[in-house]
């Protein structure tokens, strides 16, 4: 058996987000947020179930850091809830608010975890909601704000920051199929939200860079998935390059070229409104970047559409392949591919995986073990793939599972478990998966054994 190692310095990581953990929506200070209200909303969330506990990590994170601990990891993947430090969306500073990050950075930092922090991952405050959101150009400015503010007050080193997670999500599940919040219906709003999230972005890299922050680094994190023809007859072939163009190149194009792409625009224009990007506005959308996070669980694969104003191809799912609990494929060699391709045309930049992994059923034994083999399976084989792509000269400097633990997974509430570490909601004790303790041995070892 041998070993499969890793390049030195890779950094070995886990990744949650604000509202999915922390609970504590109304301590200290915080003010709503629109998954606070999203979630209060008859019909909205599988169960009617909330993020009002969560894994109620605002109290508990001193015991989560020494579980990381416990597990080797180089760095420690966080968004900051965006309402716990300005409740209003902008204006005067929730001191409190901030002093719980500036706590746990420190114990993160007592235990030779690297932060690594998310200034957006979706909880939008609920009082920039009620003037329109991010429908409102004015919500990337008080972005901008919120980014400076949090730059100039956490003055202890965070070695990573990551502007916004996945804007297609946020623009198009919230925006235009209501999956998400604010809940909204309507594919002019995702587009120019969509528009606004980039402009955002830009202003937050301004701020960063303004603040001459030495030895940090900035990116996004975007989700990205290979797009695949069911076939190879051009009807399909269409509708994958078509599908790739909305799913992926919607927001790569910009960030890296200044421009949205060319056969969506076409495509898209003919029945809703693309907003126009101006010259200041490619600027400041493709001002260069430090890294380019990748979150990846799954392929897409389409088959052609008769409809010629179609934007995107059918989605097919194999009947002969393997699904996760989220009803994903599992596909590891389309890391890969997806890595592979980035670097060819959009880099060269450092590469992160920001997020991958799978949801099972997991099931608690009554010795505390979860035997969730499946986890373990995923991410070796997913783990295999982007070794290749390193050898074959891809940047990838490092790898964060979703999740650290088990959490509120959005719409989907408590019924799917992403985590290394089993959560028992009621009680709030946490257990260690098997995945867990292999994934510490992979730390230690800087590699996985075949």
């Known amino acids: 058996m041998g070993e499969n190692l890793f390049p030195e310095k890779f950094i070995w990581g886990a990744a949650t987000s604000s509202y999915q953990i922390e609970g504590a929506p109304d301590v200290d200070g915080k003010g709503e947020s629109i998954w606070d209200r999203f979630t209060h909303t008859p019909g909205a969330i599988w169960n009617q179930e909330t993020g009002d506990r969560a894994c109620n990590h605002y109290h508990l994170y001193k015991e989560d850091v020494d579980l990381m601990s416990s597990l080797g990891l180089k760095a420690y993947r966080f968004s900051i809830s965006w309402p716990r430090i300005f409740p209003q969306g902008g204006g005067r500073v929730n001191r409190e608010g901030l002093d719980f990050y500036r706590r746990l950075v420190e114990r993160l930092h007592s235990h030779g975890i690297k932060p690594?922090?998310?200034?957006?991952?979706?909880?939008?405050p609920q009082a920039l909601q009620e003037r329109e959101g991010w429908l409102n150009l004015d919500t990337a400015r008080y972005f901008e704000e919120y980014a400076a503010s949090v730059f100039e007050n956490l003055d202890q080193s965070v070695d990573m920051w990551i502007t916004i997670n996945e804007p297609w999500v946020i623009a198009f599940l919230g925006h235009a199929f209501g999956i998400h919040a604010p809940g909204i219906n309507d594919f002019n709003s995702a587009l120019l939200v969509a528009h606004h999230?980039?402009?955002a972005h830009g202003l937050a890299v301004k701020a960063f860079r303004e603040s001459e922050r030495e030895d940090e680094s900035i990116g996004i994190a975007l989700n990205l998935a290979p797009v695949q023809p069911m076939t190879n007859n051009s009807s399909d072939l269409e509708a994958a390059e078509r599908s790739d163009s909305f799913m992926n190149r919607w927001f790569l194009?910009?960030?890296?070229?200044?421009?949205?792409?060319?056969?969506?625009?076409?495509?898209?224009?003919?029945?809703?409104?693309?907003?126009e990007i101006s010259e200041e506005d490619a600027a400041l959308f493709s001002q260069p970047l430090d890294f380019l996070g990748i979150n990846n669980y799954t392929r897409i694969l389409v088959e052609g559409s008769n409809d010629e104003d179609a934007f995107t191809g059918n989605p097919v799912?194999?009947?002969d392949a393997v699904y996760?609990?989220?009803?994903?494929?599992?596909?590891?060699?389309?890391?890969y591919e997806l890595l592979i391709r980035i670097h060819r045309e959009y880099g060269p930049l450092p590469l992160y995986i920001?997020?991958?992994?799978?949801?099972?059923?997991?099931?608690?034994?009554?010795?505390?073990?979860v035997d969730d083999e499946g986890r373990?399976?995923?991410?070796h084989h997913y783990l295999l793939e982007a070794q290749q792509a390193i050898a074959e000269g891809v940047p990838l400097k490092g790898y964060f599972v979703?999740?650290?633990?088990?959490?509120?997974?959005?719409?989907?509430?408590?019924?799917?478990?992403f985590g290394l570490i089993y959560v028992d909601f009621q009680s709030q004790k946490r257990y260690l998966k098997n995945s867990a303790c292999w994934y510490r041995e992979v730390i230690a070892r800087n590699g996985l054994i075949e």
């Open 317 to 319: 799912n194999p009947p």
């Open 324 to 335: 996760t609990e989220m009803g994903w494929e599992i596909y590891p060699r389309g890391l």
């Open 376 to 379: 373990i399976s995923y991410l």
């Open 354 to 369: 920001t997020e991958n992994g799978a949801a099972f059923a997991d099931q608690l034994n009554e010795d505390g073990s």
């Open 402 to 417: 979703w999740s650290l633990m088990d959490n509120f997974e959005w719409a989907f509430g408590y019924s799917k478990r």
């Open 253 to 275: 194009d910009p960030i890296f070229k200044g421009s949205y792409p060319a056969d969506m625009i076409d495509i898209l224009s003919r029945s809703f409104n693309v907003p």
């Open 197 to 199: 999230l980039l402009l």
């Open 116 to 124: 690594v922090i998310t200034l957006y991952h979706w909880d939008l």
